[in-house]
Antibody, heavy 123, light 109 residues
Framework: QVQLQESGPGLVKPSQTLSLTCTVS??????????WSWIRQPAGKGLEWIGR???????NYNPSLKSRVTISVDTSKNQFSLKLSSVTAADTAVYYC???????????????WGQGTLVTVSS | SYELTQPPSVSVSPGQTARITCSGD??????AYWYQQKSGQAPVLVIY???KRPSGIPERFSGSSSGTMATLTISGAQVEDEADYYC????????????FGGGTKLTVL
């Protein structure tokens, strides 16, 4: 059973960089044809896809965040990470990491999720 | 930018059929997926590739897609099905962007 766990600071100051890590257990991050993704959800609002990375290092990002987002993978640690720069209060949200499979027809799906971690942007 | 449109809320009595729709211009070419999110929990996949049900999801959950609209149907909704439901797909711009619908709050009472 694959499990994902987010970790990182729960409080980030405005204009700084938000950094989160997702640790994958129960399977190798390199095995299978899966992508590793980040999603966020502001309190009381809907889900927003941030981006994904393949173990080759290939990435896709949400165009609305692309200039500020970097997703990387460390296969030796079975982890992948999110960096979001120049944060503002609007970036306050629960951040989820997830495994994303590919169905074909440029269609992807999340089958395993972390429990989520709340990141607050405040001075 | 590409959007998936869902009704904000749907309400049914226990045992009735709930239908939640998701409209998007790219749905004729892309699969739709449905996620259930209960309060304080991570989302759970309930329908994938328009109409397939993952292992462990009750048979009362079904999905369909026609043209620019995908539909999640819960036949004989139970009180425990009360949750937020999100559709998810990919836009057609070629940048492989994932897109969630705005979510639908299902009330069963």
């Amino acid at each position: 059973q694959v499990q994902l766990q987010e970790s990182g600071p729960g409080l980030v100051k405005p204009s700084q960089t938000l950094s989160l890590t997702c640790t994958v257990s129960g399977g190798s991050i390199s095995s299978g044809s899966y992508y590793w993704s980040w999603i966020r959800q502001p309190a009381g609002k809907g889900l927003e896809w941030i981006g994904r990375i393949y173990t080759s290092g290939s990435t896709n990002y949400n165009p609305s965040l692309k200039s500020r987002v970097t997703i990387s993978v460390d296969t030796s640690k079975n982890q992948f990470s999110l960096k979001l720069s120049s944060v503002t209060a609007a970036d306050t949200a629960v951040y989820y990491c997830a495994r994303e499979g590919y169905s074909g027809y440029d269609s992807y799906y999340f089958d395993y999720w972390g429990q989520g971690t709340l990141v607050t942007v405040s001075s | 930018s590409y959007e998936l449109t869902q009704p904000p809320s749907v309400s049914v009595s226990p045992g009735q059929t709930a239908r939640i729709t998701c409209s998007g211009d790219a749905l004729p070419k892309k699969y739709a997926y449905w996620y259930q999110q209960k309060s304080g929990q991570a989302p759970v996949l309930v329908i994938y590739e328009d109409s397939k049900r993952p292992s462990g999801i009750p048979e009362r959950f079904s999905g369909s897609s026609s043209g620019t609209m995908a539909t999640l149907t819960i036949s004989g909704a139970q009180v425990e099905d009360e949750a937020d439901y999100y559709c998810y797909s990919t836009d057609s711009s070629g940048n492989h962007r994932g897109v969630f619908g705005g979510g639908t709050k299902l009330t069963v009472l």
